[in-house]
C-alpha cells in the first residue's frame, strides 16, 4: 500500500520548535519532490515549502521563510520539516504529498493524513 505517514506535530508554545517527518511506505522517495502543507481551520490550504528530489532545491512561503528548514534523507525514505520561531498563525494541519515530478510542481500524486501543530501560550 502506498502511503505517506506524517508525525512530529504537538502543542508548542509561541518561539518554541517542532520537527514533523513525512515517511513513505510502499514506493521509495527519491525520484519525487515533496512538499508540506497545511489547512488552519476556516481557511484554505496553503504551500509552505518544497523540496526536489535531489534535495539541493527548496523554497518556501514567504510566511515561514527564515524560521523554516525543509530537508530529506532518501536512505531513510523521509523527509522533514524543520519548525522554528513558531507563531500561533502558525496552528493549523499539516500535511506532506508526493508530487508527481522530480521537481516542485502543482501535481501531487500522494497526499499524507496530516499532522496536528498548535502553537499556543
Known amino acids: 500500500q502506498l502511503q505517506l505517514v506524517e508525525s512530529g506535530g504537538g502543542l508548542v508554545q509561541p518561539g518554541g520548535s517542532l520537527r514533523l517527518s513525512c515517511a513513505a511506505s510502499?514506493?521509495?522517495?527519491?525520484?519525487?519532490?515533496i512538499g508540506w502543507f497545511r489547512q488552519a481551520p476556516g481557511k484554505e490550504r496553503e504551500g509552505v515549502s518544497c523540496i526536489n528530489a535531489s534535495g539541493r532545491r527548496t523554497n518556501y512561503a514567504d510566511s515561514v521563510k527564515g524560521r523554516f528548514t525543509m530537508s530529506r534523507d532518501n536512505a531513510k525514505n523521509t523527509v522533514y520539516l524543520q519548525m522554528n520561531s513558531l507563531k500561533p498563525e502558525d496552528t493549523a494541519i499539516y500535511y506532506c504529498?508526493?508530487?508527481?515530478?522530480?521537481?516542485?510542481?502543482?501535481?501531487?500524486?500522494?497526499w499524507g493524513q496530516g499532522t496536528q501543530v498548535t502553537v499556543s501560550s
Open positions: 510502499g514506493f521509495t522517495l527519491d525520484h519525487y519532490a
Open positions: 504529498a508526493a508530487d508527481r515530478y522530480y521537481y516542485c510542481s502543482d501535481y501531487k500524486n500522494y
